[in-house]
């Protein structure tokens, strides 16, 4: 998975990393979904372990442009999991009192606690993305986010947190077609907002925002990942691998029955 991390100081020019990319899985989707089936039982047992073991905090950030993917990536790769032990945090349009605040206050609140899975649908970067890019605070606010965030991530880590951030990367011929899908089928229509096609015409403003975010807060302690996400098979693939992963490396444990059990007998 090593190639789709973000190394710290790379340069990210987006139209060198190609969206239709498949290159784990040539013989196609058959073959990765099927894979992506037993990784997510995998997943399952990881997230009953680290719920159990109590001591690990896990925060997983999901950004991409409208109709990237976020939302089946959520259902597709956590669809087995307790829901006790996992919750989802989905962060639209400032309401008034949140405006009123530092652009991390609402955040903070939904990070994991011990045991816990957090999914962050939309995150703090929109507000170094969708704020830049509509200017809704001065440039000099801003540009100073992106330390802010870093030394942000770097406490949570060091207060325990495991951070995996992913940004669903397609193409704007994909964004069409899926745009498109929206408009014609009805179950889908709810989907479709007039304000996407407003974001679509900032396609490239929204690319060159997302390189610096990828450029200067991919850091060892909280690593950006670029998945192509073109197709849906390949992108879920690549996160329950992902998260699976960095899950083992935990090295969780089951805790110990409590002292004195030795001798009882369940009548
Ligand atoms: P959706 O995820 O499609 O439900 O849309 C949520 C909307 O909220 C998107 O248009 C985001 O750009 C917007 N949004 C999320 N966070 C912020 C923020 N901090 N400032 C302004 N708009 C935001
Ligand atoms: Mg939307």
Partial sequence: MDKYRVKQGQTINLEDWDANEISLFPEGKKAAKDKTKKLNKKLEALQELLYAEHKQKVLVVL?????????????AVFEGVNPAGVKVASFKVPTAIESDHDFLWRIHQHTPGKGEIVIFNRSHYEDVLVVRVHNLVDK?????????INNFEKMLTDEGA?????????????????????WDVPEKNWKFSSGDLKERALWDEYQKAYEDVLEKTSTDYAPWYIIPANRNWYRNYLISSILVKKLESLNMEYPLPEDGLDNIEIE
Wanted: charged fraction near 40%; hydrophobic fraction near 30%.
């Fill in 63 to 75: 950004q991409a442009l409208d109709t990237g993917g976020k939302d089946g990536t959520i259902r």
């Fill in 162 to 182: 495991t951070i995996i951030k992913i940004f669903l990367h397609i193409s704007k011929d994909e964004q069409k077609e899926r745009l498109q899908e929206r």
């Fill in 140 to 148: 000099d606010i801003w540009k100073k986010r992106y330390d802010h």
